[in-house]
């Protein structure tokens, strides 16, 4: 591969990071001087494995294990990994570095230049598809457009990126969302009134029939079998390639999925998914979007255990809702910061398609990225990194403050990030306009000290009261 003396430039002051975050492919020609990315030491590669990825790893990536998550939050383990993540990148000036393992290559970003030059390069040469996707995604089936290569890929990202209307602000389905969750978050209040809190049980009972009116339609809304069936292969998926794929179970999923593709209710994202031209792949990527929402929903939860004792979030949080604001900015915002504190997607991977270049030194084919977010969302050189603060992110993008990576950036950006936000901000609106809430556990999000790297969202409970209590008969 031919290439200029400006780009070979560019290339050889690389490793000063002079490269502003631009990958280059280094064909057999690359030059010999670029080093390749440092290796980490054994020592510093046990305990990357042993502080970062393992506990990453238990909480779980497809489906959220209560017991990791609490473990998690009681030795706050993410905090931890931050802390280690940051030593590390002292003891190797910034750069990105190889970590030692028996498998392939791996590297571990620490350079916020070679995190946007990563992403940047997606999907070539820096696939999303890497190995370790493949196994845990494929449990649901092999053509979701985050597990597929090549020629592949660009028919399955458009068909999500038209559904869930990536670049609109307000999908233009919004009213009859809106109506989905007013109904749902209504349950909920009257659920938890019954029961003296809200807890994740019932968050969730009401959010996920909210989901499958959304993604399915309205006659999916009391369709548990669906989300059982999501649930038995999501625990799999967890375990990746470790674990055989449950034939009967997909093939059930996705049968079961079939029929609300071909039924296209209207108003559905399984209606707009009908008509598309890479409808074929329709039922495969649905399953993504149903367990997709699972996160969106421990956020939602999360934000309003965030803003409920927060008495400046409140406040906006309350001028908003009560001012009948539609764009909902600052909640919104809220729920980009819950993500920004508490990331539901910690690792983002890539794997490279052929020889890269990095500011940090060079990649060779095969090559896996990993970006560890909570490190780039908490260092202690980020300002107020553990405090709530919306206000960071309001008019902002989920992907304006890169290497802040909420849901990734690039071509493989989650193409939903602005239809998360928006059924938050709905979710959260539904809920605090004729209530208050207070936070019964867990206590530490009452204090004022910074907050802890995990919020075991299985285990916040709130109390809650009418805002306008019904007056003397
Ligand atoms: C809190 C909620 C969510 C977060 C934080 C989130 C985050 C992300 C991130 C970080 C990625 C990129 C992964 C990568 O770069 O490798 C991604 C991809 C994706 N997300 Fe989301 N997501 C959320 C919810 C959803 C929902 C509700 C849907 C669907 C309705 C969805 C659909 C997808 C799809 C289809 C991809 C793959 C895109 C591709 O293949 O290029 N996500 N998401």
């Not at 696939?127 to 290569?149: M, N, W």
């Not at 008509?275 to 996160?295: K, N, V, Y």
Request: aromatic residues 8%; glycine residues 6%.
């Amino acid at each position: 591969m031919a290439r200029s003396d400006k780009e070979r430039n560019t290339v050889r002051d690389g490793a000063d990071h002079e490269q502003g975050g631009e990958a280059m492919p280094a064909g057999r020609d690359a030059v010999p001087s670029i080093a390749p990315l440092p290796r980490m030491s054994f020592a510093h590669s046990a305990g990357f494995w042993l502080k970062v990825a393992l506990p990453t790893f238990l909480k779980g990536l497809i489906i959220r294990r209560p017991w990791a998550e609490a473990m998690a939050e009681r030795f706050d383990l993410d905090s931890r990994a931050v802390r280690y993540m940051e030593k590390l990148h002292r003891a190797y000036q910034g750069r990105s570095v190889l970590v030692r393992n028996p498998i392939r290559p791996q590297a571990v970003l620490f350079s916020g230049d070679d995190v946007k030059a990563v992403l940047a390069g997606t999907p070539q040469p820096f696939t999303p598809a890497s190995d370790e996707k493949r196994a845990a995604l494929s449990h649901f089936g092999p053509k979701l457009s985050l597990i597929s290569r090549g020629a592949d890929r660009p028919p399955r990202r458009e068909l999500n990126e038209r559904v869930l209307e990536t670049s609109a602000s307000v999908h233009s389905h919004a009213e009859i969302f809106r109506t989905i969750v007013a109904i749902e978050m209504n349950a909920v209040l009257t659920r938890a009134a019954e029961k003296g809190a809200l807890d994740w049980p019932i968050f969730a009972e009401g959010w996920f029939r909210m989901v499958r009116s959304i993604v399915l339609g309205p006659s999916a809304r009391d369709d548990v079998a669906v989300s059982r069936l999501m649930a038995r292969l999501r625990g799999r998926a967890n375990w990746a390639f470790m674990m055989p794929r449950d034939e009967e179970a997909r093939n059930e999923l996705l049968s079961r999925l079939q029929v609300y593709v071909n039924a296209a209710e209207p108003g559905s994202l399984a209606a707009l998914a009908a008509a598309m031209p890479a409808s074929g792949a329709a039922t495969h990527q649905m399953t993504q979007w149903l367990f997709a929402f699972d996160p969106a929903g421990m956020t939602t939860f999360r934000a309003l255990a965030l803003v409920a004792p927060n008495r400046e979030a409140l406040w906006q949080s309350m001028e908003e809702v009560l001012g009948e604001r539609r764009d909902l900015g600052f909640l919104r915002a809220s729920v980009l910061e819950t993500l920004r504190l508490y990331p539901t997607t910690p690792a983002i991977l890539r794997q490279t398609t052929q020889p890269v270049l990095l500011a940090s030194g060079a990649l060779r084919k095969g090559t896996g990225a990993l970006i560890y977010a909570p490190f780039f969302h908490r260092a202690s050189s980020v300002e107020a990194a553990d405090r709530f603060q919306p206000a960071r992110w309001i008019g902002r993008d989920a992907e304006d403050l890169l290497p802040f990576v909420p849901f990734s950036a690039g071509d493989a950006v989650c193409p939903a990030k602005n239809l998360v936000p928006l059924l938050a901000a709905e979710a959260l609106r539904a809920l605090l306009s004729n209530h208050r809430f207070f936070i019964l556990e867990p206590g530490w999000l009452k204090s004022d000290r910074p907050l802890k790297g995990t919020l075991n969202h299985f285990a916040i409970r709130l109390g809650l009261e009418p805002l306008h209590p019904p007056g003397p008969e």
